[in-house]
């Protein structure tokens, strides 16, 4: 009995959030920059976050929320409130459980922190790296959904650094390994011409696999 009462006050405290989130107004203008002011008509674009190993990881979740930041003038407690307004399922039961992350004093990093730590992938980078340098066109599979897929599989290689010169670096790596993991698992006649072709990028290649 006392679960179904703490779902439904979890349930209750999600929708005075979600309320709160309307009664944000584009000008307000608190704890925000000079020249700058909070735009949430992006709010309603971000996905509700279940933390489904088969939907969008924490990272992608977070990279969306911050970048949206960014452009509409959001500040940390505002990306907190909207955060969690945005959970849902595995999520936001882990949210639940987590007493210091349902208060509203809880600090956009601490929630962030505690979400990353749960919900990022646990396999070592050595498993992706393989799996990407196996991966095959599936027979069905067009050469654009190929492509989607390489790529969804190299982000799980690329390691997460502060430094923005050597994540450049490493991000450039990681184009060479998907173009190289892309152009290798191509079917038949199309992995032939494109081979032959040898394109230096990923756009490159798909263009020349669709046309083929």
């Not at 006392?2 to 005075?16: K, Y």
């Not at 509700?48 to 930041?69: M, R």
């Not at 987590?98 to 601490?110: A, I, P």
């Amino acid at each position: 009995m006392s679960e179904v009462v703490e779902i439904e006050a979890l349930q209750l405290q999600i929708e005075e959030l979600r309320a709160q989130l309307t009664t944000l107004r584009i000008g307000d203008t608190v704890n925000v920059p000079s020249r700058q002011t909070k735009d949430v008509s992006l709010v309603t674009g971000i996905q509700e976050w279940t933390g489904d190993v088969k939907g969008k990881t924490v990272h992608e979740f977070f990279s969306q929320i911050e970048t949206l930041a960014k452009v509409s003038g959001w500040t940390n407690e505002d990306k907190a409130l909207i955060v969690k307004a945005k959970l849902q399922g595995l999520a936001l039961q882990f949210m639940s459980g987590q007493e210091e992350l349902v208060r509203d004093g809880c600090s956009y990093e601490d929630l962030k922190q505690a979400l990353v730590d749960r919900f990022s992938d646990k396999l070592p980078d050595q498993y992706y790296y393989t799996r990407l340098q196996d991966v095959a066109q599936g027979r069905d599979e067009s050469a654009e959904e190929f492509a989607d897929r390489c790529r969804k599989l190299c982000q799980r290689t690329v390691r997460k650094v502060q430094d923005q010169e050597v994540e450049r670096i490493i991000n450039e790596e990681a184009e060479r390994r998907l173009l190289a993991a892309y152009i290798h698992g191509l079917r038949g006649l199309v992995g032939q011409q494109v081979q032959f072709q040898m394109p230096s990028t990923i756009e490159q290649a798909v263009k020349l696999a669709v046309t083929v």
